[in-house]
Structure formats: C-alpha cells, structure tokens
C-alpha cells in the first residue's frame, strides 16, 4: 500500500505540469449570468463531457469568488451516479463511504461545516443542519458548485465554504424536450442487480401573455445493500479478567472480544422536481419551483460477538510489538493515580505484546439482528422573481420547506447458550479473523433470547425563508453595487424512546418458543474475515418488523403492544430565527493593457435568536439516606442572541493571455446543529456484560463557529479548455466543535458517551493544485485524449483545547494529503473516464473506551487518560466509465465503482491494535440514455 501510494503521488505530481482536475468555478453573480445567458438564447450550454469540463473552466475563470463546479455532461448525465460520488474528484473535498456502502458526507479542505443551498436556497436533511446528499439523485442535477471563498451575497453557515445544486429549468432548453436514462447495477457484495431509471419533459411556448416554460423530472432507484464490517472490541491484557488463563495468556494483549455485522437489506429513492417559469416581457421573470425526495429502507445490522475472555488461551502467537501499560484489576486501562493525586494501588504496570493469533476454549458469544424501518419525506416549494429596470435590477424570493424522518428499530439478541465454542484468531493486520473449529455463531444449536430492545425515532424540520437581492450597476470602475436582505425561521423537533429489558426471558431456548417460526433464525450474509465468510445464525429481519411477531415478543418479555411513547428525556424541540443583510461593491479597475483588477468588498450581518427546549438526566446530591440517587428527567430551556458582523475582501489581476491571480479575505461562521445543542441522551440500555454499551448527547452550552479566511490562487488558462491552477489557503477558527466519547455512569452501567464540545482554537492551511488538459495535437483517435488530476495538502492543528491532550492534535476527518488522477476520451462517439482518488490517514474519533494504552513515562507522574485516536488507514478507489453514441441522442454507457476494492481499515491509536474492517462494495453497471 505505501510503495503505491508513493508512486501514484509521484505520478500525480508529474501530470500536474501539464493538467490538473476537473475544478470549475461560479460564484452568485456568474452563475445568475450563465443562466440568464441561457434563458436569453433558449439553448443548452453544454452537452457531452468535453464540453462540460471546458464550460466548467470558463466558469472557473470568469468567477469572482473561489469555486470549483461540476457541471453535467447531458441531461441525466452526471459524472458519477451519486452528487457525493461526483464531489470526491473536486480538488479540497473528502468523502467516506456510509452504512449502506453509498459515497456520502462530503466535506470541504478536510471540515463538513458547509452550508448546502438548492438553486441558492438553504436545504437540510431532518433536524440537522446538513443535507444528505444522497436523497438527490445525481440524474436532476445540472449542476453542483463549491464555494470555498464567501461574499457578502452568499447565505452564511458555513465556516469553510458552501455548496449548491442546481436542478434544470424549462428555459435551459431551446423547446421541446424529453430525456431518459435507466440502469442496471451489478452489486458484488449482494450478487444482485438493481434498477435506476429517471425521465425528464420539458417545454416552453409563446403565448400572449409571454413566454412560458414548464418541466418535470423523475427519478426512481431501488438497491439492495450489504456492508460487512469485521472489528476488535477493546484491547486488555491476558494476565487478567472474568475467567483468568493460562496456557500462554500472560504477557498478552489482547482484544476482549471481537465480533463483526452485515448491514443488509434495501432501499428506495423517489424524486420528482418540476419549474414553472413565465416571461411575460424582457424585464420580468417568475419562477415557481417544487421539489420531494423520498427515501424508504427496511435493512438491518446484524451483528455478532465472540467473548474470547470467556475461555482460555491456547496455541498462543505474540507479536513482536511489545509496550508497558498501566492495567487495573480487570485487565483494561487505568490511571494509575487517584484525582487526588496518590497512587493506585489496584493498577499495575505490565509489560504486553499484542497476539498474532490464538485458540480460545470453550466460551460464549452472542449474535444480534437490528431490524430497521426508515423512510425520509423531503417536500420544498419556491416562488422567485427577477425585475430590471433600467441600470436596476431586482430578485425576490421565498420558499418553505419540511424534512421529516421516522426511523423504527426492532432490536433483539440472541446468546449461544453453555458456551462450547472454539475459536481461532489471527490479526486483522495480517488480514487474518475467526474461524470457528467447533459449533460455533454459524451453527443454529443452542441459541437462546437475550435483551429485547427498542428504539424509535421521529423528526421534523421545517423552514421559511424570504429573500431579495438588487444590483444597481454604476457603469464606471465602480461596477455595481449589490445589497439584499434575507429572513428565514427554522424549526426542529426530535422525539425518541429507547426501552429495553431481559424481562424473565433470557437464556430460553429460541425452539422453545412457541410462537416463533421454526425458520426464525437464518444465516446473515457473511463477513469474509468471519468463519471464512459463512454467515453467523441471527433473527431474521423480516420477521422482527412483522408487528404480529413484535407484538408477541413483547409480551413475553412484559413490555406494552405498540411502540413505546416517546420519552421527554430523549427529546428536544427548538425554532431559531435569522435576519441578515448586505451590501458589497463590485470593482473593475484597467492599469493599461491586458493588465486589470477586479473584485468584491462587501459586509453581511446577521442576527440569530434561538429558543431550544428539551430534558436532560441530572443526578441530584447524594444524602445519608440516599447515597446513589437515579437521575432525574429535569426540563431544560435555553434562549441565545447572537450578532455577526462578516466582512469580505477579494482581488482578481488578469495579466492577459490567461493568466490571473486572485487574492481574498472573509469571515465566516456555522450554528451548531440544534441536535447537538440537545441536552438529553440517547442510549440502548445495558442488559449485556460482554461489551461496552455506546450513547450520545447533546452540548447546550456550545457556541457558534466563526473563522477568518485567507486565499490566494494563480491560474493558467491555455488551449481549448485546458487550465492549471494553484491556490494555497488559511484559516483560523475559534469555538470549533468536536465530539469526544468518555465513560459515564448510569444506573449502575458504563456507557461511552459521545458529546460534542467547543475546542478553543484550531488552524487549517494548505496547498491546491488541480487542471485539465486535452491532447487535440495528437493524431486520428488520439486526438480525443485528455488527463486531469488534483491534489491538497491540508495541515490543520489545535491550537487551544481546554483538553490539554488535543492540543497540536491534527483536526479530525481531516487527510494531510487528497488527489485525484485520471484519463479522459471523447471522440467518434465514445466516451471514456478512468479516475482514481486518494485520501491519505486520518483519525474519525476521539476514543475514552477502556482500551489499554501504552504508558507514557514514569509511574511516578500524575498522568491523564494518554489519548487514544481512532485512526483510519489510507486508502483509494479507482472508477471508470465507457459510453457509446449508438444512434443520434441514444447512449450505452458502462460502469464501475471501487475497482480496487478499497477497504476502510482502522485501530486503535497504535497499528498493532486493529479495530475495524469495512467491507466496501465494488458495483458495475450497464445503461442507456435517450435525448430527443
């Protein structure tokens, strides 16, 4: 993997001499531009992939503002099959790859605090600030624009930039038109296909009220699912635990448990847009547009623990990675001094050497099937105008949307009754995992029940919002003046119950039930590192949504019928309101031949006021009579007001024959997500000795972030669409939110609790050097070649933290190193695209599990938890695509994802302590598109 890597960067640098990646830019004012350009002529601006790359880079030339675009090759024909799929090749943006193996959560220069806009209207996913990106297939999409510089006309939210999506309008088309597209996807991971289809009508007419436009679009989509995921629980040492052994234990370190889970099973995605717009002369338009989203999945995770501290060690291989840790009584980690500062005469330093591999005796384990019932219904109505008048012109807006999700989670567990297994393990470092050498989790003997838990999720988001923009252009090196105002009133509401209990159940024999079916439990899918990928024995999914069967399992372990209510601890309602204006002028300045300067000097200021309401558990004062008191559920308010005041400051030089540099300054800010602010708790209640319960809360006390941004960028625009750009940026952001797990106590149980929390001050700096190039000087059909590439240096740091251990600490999510290389072809009616993109390490959690952790220095010293990161594995995945132009309007086009098979892979803080394996899936599909 590292001698690869050092190739392909070493190849990426060379390409950059001559190309770069498909970055395109558009700012506010350019993209109005372009689109009334396009409604003025009545045609489409691009068709086929060169073209829209080459549109792209002129976009990216004539902006004023930073940003890099995508633009689709037709109607239907995005670069990717998914907008977050697509965004990866922009240089300076990261993805992971989500739950359901779908490209999701695209950030920018290493930070997801962005703003999304539809068409320059703030949109979000439920009760989040966010939007999943997933919900809009990429086949409505004309378009996608990441801004990283901001201007005062741009909606603020978003601390490294924004991103909007733009959908196609009647008036980008020259008249009648009707595109469609459908798709075969070919999963390796299900061995299934799946379908993709979308059908786009459009029109637009002289009548004598003026021009009218209308357009509908719909899309459909139905995939089938399966995400295998190997892991280690926490690392402790041999010498220690519930069954203490022998034969080869002592000295070792090794994982308490390890376990695995398939995410399986299918989901839905309806869209359907539509624009109506009206022209009735040439100083007024009316746009009225509407758009749903639908998202429904019935999937679940099945999981799978094996309790290898359960039973003894044999046929014991140590590596050669040996480390002192501090361990307490139960052979995990422990400080080894009290808060007041004495020793602790429980803990005891011992040195340990990780396993290689193991036999583990006669022990127990469990298996788990979390059957989930999700739908998310996206429902967004807009009205626009645009009146010119003069040197005048005029844009209002206004628009309502609703988000809302309901999530159903149906869990029950199931225990391998008397033990009995034998397994064997070798290290996921070696690509090595479980093999069961006697009845084990694969064999459908001897499971009995185990916890029934429940959890049920509703939220809704709604937004209003009204705008209006004005240019009043000048005419002189004082171009125009631009000023505008918006109000928007925001609301969320999340209502949750988690119940969960063992009743008098537990350890009754699943055939002893009567009401279950005798093929109540079945095979999960498998996990290649797990008993050679034979699926471990779990309940069927199927069966625990079926409310006849939920209802009868809840009586037997003495809950109600239905789902429960929701529970006020668990909920939070809140409504925040803005208001925001601002004004900017636009300069244009000759200095005497092609030389010239131009840019944007503006402010926006912003009034925020937010009511949030919720509960949260407080444990009162103990007292003689009580000295473990339950928390409390205790109703919790807040009201905050905030001012913001955001300058902004750009430069372009044009130094004529395609050279230009820009330079620019902003501020800017992000609003934690209200779920964030949330003082409740959110955890499945522990009933299950064999591992750490998880959990989350909210933070009330957070603050808004705010950063200050600095840019500069020279570019180089030659040939016929073919550019190379270099841009190094900084910024510097105060109150930057991260979350961090910890230990907590409740009723008795441990959970590791997951809160976010404000850090004092962090930076983040770096390099983009990104282009295109086509080779039009090469002969015949090599004419039609073209390479590009991108890559991003990003170096981030904590500078304050109020956790000492942080501090120097890199961001989290954040690679040092991003780049994308590929190959382009267009010509005699083929079209082709080979593009591979690379992420280097990086860490996705702050870890306060139990893991054992190397000690740092002496025994002596007082010393905090030592930090422990979950660090995530480089990693890469090539794409390709072929089309061909079978007949006029008509293509074939074939695809593939993840040709290399990328995995994600992470540990625990050191790389002999391996924790998780993600099975990533590899898709190829076939298709076919008509334009007429």
Not at 254 to 268: D, I, M, Q, S
């Amino acid at each position: 993997m590292k001698s690869r890597s050092i190739a392909l960067k070493s190849a990426t640098a060379i390409a950059l001499v001559l190309c770069a990646a498909p970055a395109f830019a558009q700012d506010a004012s350019s993209q109005s531009a372009l689109q009334a350009e396009s409604q003025d002529e009545g045609e489409i601006i691009v068709t086929g992939q060169r073209a829209s790359l080459g549109a792209a880079a002129k976009i990216k030339q004539d902006s004023a503002n930073v940003v890099d675009s995508i633009v689709a090759d037709d109607i239907g024909k995005f670069p990717d099959r998914t907008v977050a799929g697509a965004l990866q090749r922009v240089p300076g943006v990261q993805v992971t790859v989500g739950g359901n193996n779908e490209i999701v959560a695209p950030i920018i220069r290493g930070l997801g605090d962005i703003l999304t806009t539809l068409d320059g209207r703030e949109i979000f996913t439920g009760v989040g600030r966010g939007f999943a990106y997933q919900d809009l297939p990429a086949e409505a999409l004309a378009g996608a624009d990441v801004y990283k510089t901001s201007s005062a006309n741009l909606i603020e939210g978003g601390v490294v930039g924004a991103i909007d999506l733009r959908l196609h309008k009647p008036f980008d088309f020259n008249g009648f038109t009707i595109a469609a597209n459908a798709r075969g996807i070919y999963s390796k991971n299900t061995n299934e296909v799946t379908p993709i289809a979308g059908l786009l009508v459009s029109d637009r007419w002289n009548t004598g009220i003026g021009e009218i436009g209308a357009l509908l679009d719909v899309s459909y989509a139905s995939t089938d699912f399966n995400r295998p995921i190997a892991f280690n629980c926490d690392y402790r040492s041999g010498n220690h635990g519930p069954n203490p052994v022998a034969g080869g234990s002592a000295g070792l370190a090794a994982p308490t448990c390890v376990g695995g889970l398939n995410n399986e099973g299918n989901y839905r995605r309806i869209q359907t847009n539509g624009a109506i717009q009206w022209k009735p002369s040439d100083n007024f338009q009316l746009d009225l547009t509407g758009l749903y989203t639908s998202y429904v999945s019935k999937w679940a995770s099945i999981f799978l623990i094996d309790d290898l501290f359960g039973g003894p060690f044999s046929n014991v291989q140590a590596t050669s990675d040996c480390n002192a840790y501090d361990v307490g009584a139960d052979g995990f980690y422990a400080n080894p001094y009290k808060a007041d500062g004495t020793p602790n005469p429980a803990v005891h330093r011992e040195n340990l050497c990780t396993v290689k591999s193991m036999t583990v005796g006669s022990h127990g384990g469990f298996t788990s099937t979390q059957a989930h019932n999700d739908r998310t219904d996206l429902y967004l109505l807009a009205l626009g105008t645009k009146y010119t008048v003069g040197a005048l012109e005029l844009k209002g807006d206004i628009s309502y949307q609703s988000s809302n999700i309901r999530n159903q989670n149906f869990i029950l567990d199931t225990l391998k009754v008397g033990g009995g297994m034998v397994s064997t393990i070798t290290n996921l470092n070696d690509n090595g995992g479980t093999v069961y050498s006697s009845p084990g989790l694969s064999n459908p003997v001897g499971f009995g029940l185990s916890p029934l838990n429940q959890d049920s999720i509703r939220d809704k988001g709604s937004a209003f919002a009204a705008k209006f923009d004005g240019t009043w252009k000048i005419g002189s090196f004082l171009k125009e003046i631009q000023f505008g105002a918006r109000y928007a009133d925001h609301k969320a509401d999340h209502q949750q119950a988690v119940i969960g209990t063992c009743g008098t159940v537990c350890g009754t024999l699943i055939t002893a039930v009567p009401f279950l079916p005798a093929d109540f439990m079945i095979h999960s899918s498998g996990i290649p590192s797990v008993n050679n990928g034979l699926g471990v024995v779990a309940p069927d999914q199927d069966m625990l949504r079926d409310p006849n069967i939920q209802n009868q399992l809840r009586k037997l372990y003495g809950l109600a019928e239905g789902w429960p209510a929701f529970q006020p601890e668990r909920a939070f309602s809140a409504q925040e309101k803005t208001l925001s204006g601002y004004v900017q002028l636009a300069y244009d300045i000759p200095l005497g031949g092609a030389l010239s300067i131009d840019g944007l000097v503006g402010a926006r200021y912003t009034h925020t006021s937010r009511d949030i309401n919720g509960a949260a558990l407080v444990t009162p004062a103990a007292t003689p009579a009580n000295p473990t008191p339950a928390p409390v559920v205790t109703p919790y308010s807040a009201s905050t007001d905030d001012n913001d005041f955001m300058p902004n400051a750009s430069a372009r030089i044009r130094f004529g024959g395609g050279l230009q540099a820009r330079l620019s300054y902003a501020k800017a800010i992000a609003r934690p997500s209200f779920g964030s602010l949330n003082p409740g708790l959110s955890y499945l209640i522990s009933t299950n000795i064999l591992i750490l319960p998880a959990g989350s809360g909210g933070n009330p006390d957070l603050k808004p972030q705010k950063s200050d941004s600095f840019d500069a960028t020279l570019e180089y625009y030659f040939g016929r669409d073919s550019y190379i750009s270099v841009a190094g940026y900084a910024k510097d952001i105060t109150n930057r939110v991260i979350s961090q797990s910890q230990v907590e106590t409740i009723n008795g149980f441990d959970y590791n609790i997951t809160r976010p929390r404000n850090v004092g001050k962090v930076t983040l700096k770096g390099i983009e050097v990104a282009g295109q190039a086509f080779l039009d000087f090469l002969p015949g059909p090599l004419g039609g070649l073209g390479i590009m590439a991108n890559f991003t240096l990003a170096d981030s740091e904590i500078k304050k933290d109020v956790d000492a251990r942080m501090i120097g600490q890199a961001i989290g999510g954040v690679s040092k190193y991003n780049y994308t290389v590929g190959a382009l072809y267009e010509k005699y009616g083929v079209t082709g695209r080979v593009v591979y993109t690379h992420r280097s390490s990086y860490y996705d959690e702050i870890y306060g599990g139990t893991t054992i952790r190397p000690a740092t220095g002496p025994i002596t010293s007082l010393q905090p938890n030592p930090l422990v990161l979950n660090m995530v594995r480089p990693g890469g995945r090539l794409d390709a695509s072929l089309g061909f132009d079978v007949a006029k309007g008509i293509t074939l086009s074939v695809d593939a994802t993840n040709i290399t098979k990328n995995n994600y892979r992470s540990y625990y803080g050191r790389p002999e302590f391996p924790r998780d394996r993600r099975y990533d899936d590899t898709t190829y599909s076939v298709g076919v598109s008509a334009k007429f």
